[in-house]
């Protein structure tokens, strides 16, 4: 039972354009979310969170969006430049100590 | 500041042996979290720490044992490797504060082979 779902595998976007990834999520007590970035061979860095009392997070080229009622959230970078192309994990905790992510969504920004 | 510091990087065994994964962080931070990823999924939580002397099971503890003597230091013990524990293993700590990211090291990659 995936709880956190990236359903896009890969995406490609042009640099200097916008890069939307998204995730779902079907348990209804979550109720923080966070997004990581993931080079090779290094470990995940936080990237941004967003807290379920907002529905809109931003720092500086990031945005998160949340809709409660739709159980979706989305990462939202303007603009995409190469140094963006790495894994993103969509994660989310409900409460307690322990976070569950979602499978990854790799971005690559074409130059 | 190392923040979260796993060793070693690489190391490959022979099924049945054994082999403990050192992690250690210097922030003080209260959590500590494993995890393995395995190709094309995220990260499952295998065991974690809300404290010293504290361990709980996660989502995927079959095969493997944890210690928490010190704040510091959270080393995940394998005991007899099989070839279904090959994968890349992640430790992440976090502070108390509400609300507060988990912070990853750079990870141990394991074959078992």
């Known amino acids: 039972d995936q709880q956190v779902k990236q359903n896009s595998p890969s995406l490609s976007v042009q640099e200097g354009r916008i890069s939307i990834l998204n995730c779902d999520y079907t348990?209804?007590?979550?109720?923080?979310f966070l997004w990581y970035k993931k080079y090779p061979a290094e470990g995940p860095t936080f990237l941004i969170s967003?807290?379920?009392?907002?529905d809109k997070n931003e720092d500086g080229r990031f945005t998160v969006f949340l809709n409660k009622s739709a159980k979706h959230l989305s990462l939202h970078i303007v603009p995409s430049q190469p140094g963006d192309s790495a894994v993103y994990f969509c994660?989310?905790?409900?409460?307690?100590?322990?976070?569950?992510f979602g499978t990854g969504t790799r971005l690559t920004i074409i130059p | 500041n190392a923040g979260v510091t796993q060793t070693p990087k690489f190391r490959i065994l022979k099924i049945g042996q054994s082999m403990t994964l050192q992690c250690a962080q210097d922030?003080?931070?209260?959590?500590m979290y494993w995890y393995r990823q395995d190709p094309g999924m995220g990260l499952k939580l295998i065991y974690y720490?809300?404290?010293?002397?504290?361990?709980d099971k996660g989502e995927v503890p079959n095969g493997y044992n944890v210690s928490r003597s010190t704040t510091e230091d959270f080393p995940l013990r394998l005991e007899l490797a099989a070839p279904s524990q090959t994968s890349v293993y992640f430790c992440?700590?976090?502070?108390?504060?509400?609300?507060?990211?988990?912070?990853f090291g750079d990870g141990t990659r394991l074959s078992i082979l």
């Open positions: 348990n209804s007590m979550f109720d923080y």
């Open positions: 994660a989310a905790s409900g409460g307690n100590e322990k976070l569950t």
């Open positions: 922030m003080n931070h209260n959590y």
């Open positions: 720490s809300v404290g010293a002397g504290i361990t």
């Open positions: 992440a700590s976090r502070g108390t504060g509400f609300n507060q990211p988990q912070h």
């Open positions: 967003i807290s379920s009392i907002k």
